[in-house]
């Protein structure tokens, strides 16, 4: 009775329930749900073959869009209808482990012997418990970049090289705001960095936006700032025991960060929509935007933009700017597979978990070229692939891994309510009704969660 009020508090810090859609397997099906279409094919290849290799036992993917996929979610937990296995999220299962809804993958016969050592480094050890114990196998892992329309920087006459050695801080911008406000062009045709130009009217930016970044701790958009600075949202990671955003290092990086919007040269919260915004990759497609950072998740998106014509757009890629302390940064985030403890069937869910974190279906992921599979031989074949079918260095990308200048999402109980209460504060900033400083009130509310998580 609890966990069901638990469950039914956290719905609705959700969108509303959609309804549940879909229920644990049994007689030999295996129901398993995730939210990306354009994952779904691969993993489909990963069914076939699982199905081949384990006669008698049959996986049904379910697809539902990012904004329905988590009310429905927590909706068939609390109706006790939840798939057996689904792919799940750095933010949201420390709650859904307190709501004790996963099974500890190390008490399954299939899943107990997952090694961390098999991915890439760092990604496994998140997705252990405060117990010690693991609740999802590694799939993907995924860093940050900024895509940018080829044609806008020749037209601009800016070498797409000198991206590699662009330079940011929170004083001018460095180079990196001299390149952007200098792609930045108003209704006259006045660029950013020309007399005259009128920030009221912008007709391209030279940065495009994905929002305040309230509910993911600015992955794509200010995370790659803060991090090149030293910043971390809490004080360790995983399960950190307080917040950081009192820190002043971190407003002055923000009161920059979200002044670039101010001054006309990135997307304001208006142009993107408010609440309803427009994606980074669809402002560079409808020519509002010349560049803008996003994940690796998104290169397949970015790669199929056409412009009002159906030709297909010129994209690169390029390296999230250095530093202050002369580095880059890139959160760190990757997803998992985890079992629910509604599974009527959980070691043959376990057989599917332990397929899905296997080589084999890693690698076919890999062929895919959808994302960069967790393990190094699946990440191989992704990188492969954009060279070979799109045309497409992904290094900004993957350097970050090699280079070591990654850092993790944080890991805490509580996500739900830390996202409800971050939000708001953070688009109170980015609108400009409040000031990067008002968010050491936030974090005075963020650790009292902590105090109440224990």
């Known amino acids: 009775m609890l966990r069901r009020i638990l469950l ?8 509303a329930a959609c309804g549940t859609g879909g229920s644990g397997g049994a007689n030999g099906t295996i129901e398993y749900w995730l939210w990306d279409s354009a994952q779904q094919p691969g993993y489909q290849k990963c069914a076939d073959a699982f199905e081949k290799q384990n006669p008698g036992l049959r996986i049904n993917i379910s697809q539902y869009n990012w904004d329905d996929y988590w009310s429905k979610l927590t909706a068939s937990f609390i109706a ?3 798939p057996d296995v689904f792919t799940d999220h750095l933010t949201k299962f420390p709650q859904f482990v307190d709501l004790q809804v996963l099974r ?5 016969g299939p899943t107990s012997d997952i090694k961390d050592s098999d991915y ?3 990604l496994a050890e998140l997705w252990k418990g405060k117990d010690g114990k693991r609740y999802g196998t590694p799939k993907d892992w995924d860093t940050i970049a900024m895509f940018y329309n080829a044609d806008a920087l020749k037209e601009a006459g800016i070498d797409p090289e000198t991206l590699d050695e662009l330079t940011w801080n929170p004083h001018d911008g ?3 705001e001299k390149v952007i406000a200098h792609l930045t062009i108003d209704a006259n045709g006045k660029r950013g960095d020309e007399p005259g130009f009128d920030k009221t009217k912008v007709k391209r930016y030279g940065l495009a936006s994905n929002g305040a970044g309230g509910d993911n701790w600015g992955q794509t958009q200010w995370s790659s700032f803060t991090g090149s600075i030293g910043w971390q949202p809490t004080d360790r990671n995983p399960w950190g025991t307080r917040f950081n955003l009192d820190d002043p290092a971190l407003h002055e990086t923000l009161e920059w960060y979200f002044g670039l919007a101010k001054k006309g040269y990135m997307a304001s919260y208006e ?3 408010g609440t309803n915004s427009i994606t980074a990759d669809k402002q560079i497609q409808a020519g509002i ?16 933009l056409t412009d009002a014509d159906g030709k297909k757009l010129n994209i690169g890629v390029a390296p999230t700017p250095i530093g202050p302390q002369g580095k880059r940064a890139s959160m760190f985030n990757g997803l998992a597979d985890s079992i629910t403890t509604f599974s009527e069937q959980p070691e043959n869910a376990a057989k599917w978990v332990k397929f899905l974190a296997g080589e084999e279906c890693q690698n076919i992921i890999g062929q895919s070229g959808v994302v960069f599979p967790a393990r190094p031989s699946g990440t191989e074949l992704a990188i492969e692939y954009n060279k070979k079918e799109r045309g497409l260095d992904v290094s900004a990308f993957t350097d970050h891994i090699e280079n070591g200048t990654t850092f993790p999402l944080p890991v805490t109980s509580n996500a739900a ?18 000031p990067a400083g008002s968010l050491s009130e936030l974090n005075d509310q963020l650790n009292e969660l902590f105090e109440v998580a224990g």
């Not at 039914?8 to 810090?13: G, K, M, Q």
């Not at 500890?104 to 399954?108: E, G, I, K």
């Not at 935007?289 to 199929?304: R, V």
């Open 174 to 176: 460095g180079t990196f």
């Open 289 to 304: 935007a010349a560049m803008g950072l996003d994940g690796s998740w998104t290169i397949s998106s970015f790669t199929k």
């Open 80 to 82: 006790g209808t939840a």
């Open 417 to 434: 309510d830390i996202a409800a209460l971050s939000k708001p504060a953070f688009d109170a900033v980015y609108i400009g009704d409040e």
């Open 120 to 122: 890439q480094a760092g």
């Open 271 to 273: 142009a993107i929509g």
């Open 8 to 15: 039914s508090a956290l719905l609705l810090t959700t969108t």
């Open 104 to 108: 500890p993958l190390d008490d399954l």
